[in-house]
């Protein structure tokens, strides 16, 4: 190390100034508190989860059903077995049916509030 005279407000100069480097072709969006709040509101669906398990537990019930009633003899009347599968698996396929819909609606007021900010007029910045 060279003992060089440190000129201290000089590095004190230079540690001061910050930089920001910005891409002027970049578009930046400001949005107000009424925005997020509704942004958050319909980003957080538990419709999607409710349409997920709903699916999740009608597609095995029906498959399950279809395996019964495929192995039924031809004499024998309906099984409590295949009442079941059937009932749940009904029930359950027309809630996804349902939490689908709702999940879809949901996410399109979604869209149509990022496509409002996205519409705001621009501002553009001064550059020097």
């Not at 000089?10 to 942004?39: A, C, F, G, P």
């Not at 419709?47 to 019964?68: G, Q, R």
Request: proline share 4%; glycine share 4%; hydrophobic share 40%.
């Amino acid at each position: 190390m060279n003992n060089q005279e440190i000129n201290i407000q000089e590095i004190n100069k230079d540690l001061q100034e910050n930089y920001i480097h910005y891409n002027l072709n970049r578009v930046d969006y400001t949005i107000n508190n009424m925005e997020l709040d509704l942004i958050e509101k319909s980003g957080n669906s538990i419709w999607k989860d409710f349409f997920i398990a709903t699916l999740a537990l009608a597609i095995p019930s029906l498959i399950n059903a279809y395996h019964i009633y495929g192995n039924i003899p031809p004499e024998s009347n309906l099984t409590v077995e295949l009442f079941l599968n059937t009932l749940v698996g009904g029930i359950c396929f027309i809630l996804a049916i349902i939490c689908f819909i709702v999940w879809r609606n949901n996410r399109n007021s979604l869209k149509k509030i990022i496509n409002q900010i996205k519409a705001k007029p621009k501002y553009k910045l001064p550059v020097k």
